[in-house]
């Protein structure tokens, strides 16, 4: 538990394959259902604080208990702390992230006041803000700040209570991605 932030709330891994990591840890390890969004959307970026092409992202999301399980996939080679982790170590964990209702300021600027910089950050959607820090005395642990603005604090609820649930059928729910409105 963090005397700052509370407990840890998600784990964050990036693979190369997201469909063979889902099957992996819910055939393999018994973790799901998975939420799965092919295509997630990222209206705003930040890559070390300069505005940065958008990543295109899959991300599948599920509990093991009380700490939410992310799978990531970057399917392009916008720069982001994704590709630089699998750059240096490959696949596996690459953060834990912290969640807050209405402090994401007061932590980000708690982390830099403590030397952390942002490698990137930015927005998915109309959901809330999220930032990803590192430390140059620990510079493979990243640590994410997400802000539960948005629905995003309702999403991950459901994801939760998904899992106290599942019984182990439908491992994999795809979450579509609402279509642009179109003017006529």
């Known amino acids: 538990m963090s005397q700052q932030f509370g407990g840890v709330r998600q784990i ?26 092919e295509a997630v959307g990222t209206t705003e970026f930040r890559y070390y604080g300069k505005p940065s092409a958008l990543p295109d992202l899959s991300i599948a999301l599920a509990n ?3 700490v939410q399980i992310e799978l990531i996939q970057q399917r392009n080679d916008a720069p982001s702390l994704y590709l630089d982790s699998l750059a240096r170590g490959g696949e596996g964990m690459q953060h834990i992230a912290y969640w807050t209702g209405d402090r994401f300021d007061v932590y980000a600027e ?24 590192l430390h140059p005395d620990l510079p493979g642990n990243i640590v994410e700040i997400s802000e539960m603005a948005g629905g995003k604090g309702e999403y991950f609820a459901t994801i939760a209570a998904a899992a106290q649930a599942w019984d182990g059928t439908d491992p994999i729910r795809r979450i579509a991605v609402p279509a642009p409105a179109v003017n006529v």
């Open 12 to 37: 964050g891994y990036v693979v190369h394959d997201i469909e063979r990591a889902m099957r992996h840890w819910s055939e393999v390890l018994g973790v799901g259902p998975w939420f799965y969004k």
């Open 64 to 66: 093991s208990g009380g």
């Open 110 to 133: 708690w982390l830099c006041a403590r030397g952390y910089v942002e490698g990137h950050g930015g927005r998915m959607g109309m959901r809330g803000r999220f930032a990803y820090y």
